[in-house]
């Protein structure tokens, strides 16, 4: 049983409240491996680049990794559609990439 002014004061206190927006952004935990099979069942392996470039960068704690042709070729990866995937991710403004003459490529989550 409220009396008037607890009411009252309980009005006042829920109308001074913040308001807490929540974010909507979602995540998704993914095994690395289950998502290479799919994505090869699929025929996309290049969204595993992607899944493994945001793991990568989860991971390191930097927006700034380096990929390794081996890092990829363990989810079945060639390098052929690593390079084709960062092609397209770059042109798509998601990434940068630094190409440096025969050595491991950086790539820059943007």
Sequence with gaps: MMDA?????????QAAASVKHKKDVRFV???LPRTAKACAATNCQKAMVW??????????KSATVAIPNSA???????????????????????I???RRHQKTLIVTLL
């Design 51 to 60: 899944v493994w470039l945001t793991y990568r960068v989860w991971q390191t």
């Design 96 to 98: 940068s990439v630094e």
């Design 5 to 13: 002014w607890a009411r009252q004061r309980l009005a006042e206190l």
């Design 72 to 94: 990829l070729a363990r989810y079945g990866i060639t390098r052929k559609v690593k390079y084709l995937a960062l092609k397209q991710l770059e042109a798509a403004g998601l």
């Design 29 to 31: 935990m993914l095994s």
